[in-house]
T-cell receptor, first 115, second 115 residues
Framework: DVKVTQSSRYLVKRTGEKVFLECVQD?????MFWYRQDPGLGLRLIYF???????EKGDIPEGYSVSREKKERFSLILESASTNQTSMYLC??????????????FGPGTRLTVT | AQSVTQLGSHVSVSEGALVLLRCNYS??????LFWYVQYPNQGLQLLLK??????LVKGINGFEAEFKKSETSFHLTKPSAHMSDAAEYFC?????????????FGGGTRVLVKP
């Protein structure tokens, strides 16, 4: 069974802290994604990676960075957390160039609160 | 650029009644379309997908959707709602081969099922 796991379900951090969100997939997928989910706005893409050490900015990359040192692991980094980064963060993965489906597999999410 | 509009951020249905969730999209390339469901405190799970084969697509849990190119719509239906259908539903469209495997999501529709 396919699986995407995220390191924390709930996280509370203080303004200005450096925050790491970790995501691991066991499907040998090339593509990995980070989204944030806010009420009424759906899912918005923060960053995308299509290979180890490769990354591409999504629609809302400001205030975030990412790291992909191993194929199965994709980390989202908030360099200096701010209250407007309080949100649900979802990680997803998919097969590279799987244009027949574009299907993405999602982790359970991390609800981050910045106080 | 691709976009997705889901009409109605909240829908309330009675148990046993028809569920109809509306999704309209815009796309400059032939679209692949998806419906995902998110149960409380979980990640997104694929309900069904349209990938240019049959225009009427059947998914899991009794849901189906019809692709109508002339109306740029991909509405989701289920003939008889169950209490377990209470969740948030997201429509998504592919961004095209040049954009890799990225998806654009709608704002989501939360479904409440009344006994």
């Amino acid at each position: 069974d396919v699986k995407v796991t995220q390191s924390s379900r709930y996280l509370v951090k203080r303004t200005g802290e450096k925050v790491f969100l970790e995501c691991v997939q066991d499907m040998d997928h090339e593509n990995m994604f980070w989204y944030r989910q806010d009420p009424g706005l759906g899912l918005r893409l923060i960053y995308f990676s299509y290979d180890v050490k490769m990354k591409e900015k999504g629609d809302i990359p400001e205030g975030y960075s990412v790291s992909r040192e191993k194929k199965e692991r994709f980390s989202l980094i908030l360099e200096s957390a701010s209250t407007n980064q309080t949100s649900m963060y979802l990680c997803a993965s998919s097969r590279f160039r799987d244009y027949s489906t574009y299907e993405q597999y999602f982790g359970p999410g991390t609800r981050l609160t910045v106080t | 650029a691709q976009s997705v509009t889901q009409l109605g951020s909240h829908v309330s249905v009675s148990e046993g009644a028809l569920v109809l969730l509306r999704c309209n999209y815009s796309s400059s390339v032939p679209p692949y379309l998806f419906w995902y469901v998110q149960y409380p405190n979980q990640g997104l799970q694929l309900l069904l997908k349209y990938t240019s084969a049959a225009t009427l697509v059947k998914g899991i849990n009794g849901f189906e959707a019809e692709f109508k190119k002339s109306e740029t719509s991909f509405h989701l239906t289920k003939p008889s709602a169950h209490m377990s259908d209470a969740a948030e539903y997201f429509c998504a469209v592919s961004r095209g081969k040049a954009a890799g495997n990225k998806l654009t999501f709608g704002g989501g529709t939360r479904v409440l099922v009344k006994p």
